[in-house]
Nanobody, 122 residues
Framework: QVQLVESGGGLVQPGGSLRLSCTASGFSFSSSPMGWYRQAPGKERELVAG????????KYTDSVKGRFTISRDKAKNTVYLQMNSLKPEEKAVYYC???????????????WGQGTLVTVSI
């Protein structure tokens, strides 16, 4: 079955950095676009970044452009999210998910992973 396991979250000070990882199994990772979403307390889940199957195309929500970088490693079946200059309002649970091939970046395919909590605080 499809499994997505996120890791790398934690507590970081404002302006700090974290790298999230998502290891995938149970499907053809190399053929699947992938995305990172986040859900802050009391808010809806939102797309943060997406990456195409081969990694040649990426998508970022405006608020993270220039600070976050999504990448993937086919050999490790892993997608990453490098987050720099983190802000307190970016505290959220971060999830990775498959993106439907040939569709909009926000057209995800379940299941979700368990997520990893990122807290940005002094």
């Amino acid at each position: 079955q499809v499994q997505l396991v996120e890791s790398g979250g934690g507590l970081v000070q404002p302006g700090g950095s974290l790298r999230l990882s998502c290891t995938a199994s149970g499907f053809s990772f190399s053929s699947s676009p992938m995305g990172w979403y986040r859900q802050a307390p009391g808010k809806e889940r939102e797309l943060v970044a997406g990456i195409s199957s081969y990694g040649s195309n990426t998508k970022y929500t405006d608020s993270v452009k220039g600070r976050f970088t999504i990448s993937r490693d086919k050999a490790k079946n892993t997608v990453y999210l490098q987050m720099n200059s983190l802000k307190p309002e970016e505290k959220a649970v971060y999830y990775c998910v498959r993106i439907k091939l040939g569709s909009r970046w926000d057209n995800y395919v379940e299941p979700w992973g368990q997520g990893t909590l990122v807290t940005v605080s002094i």
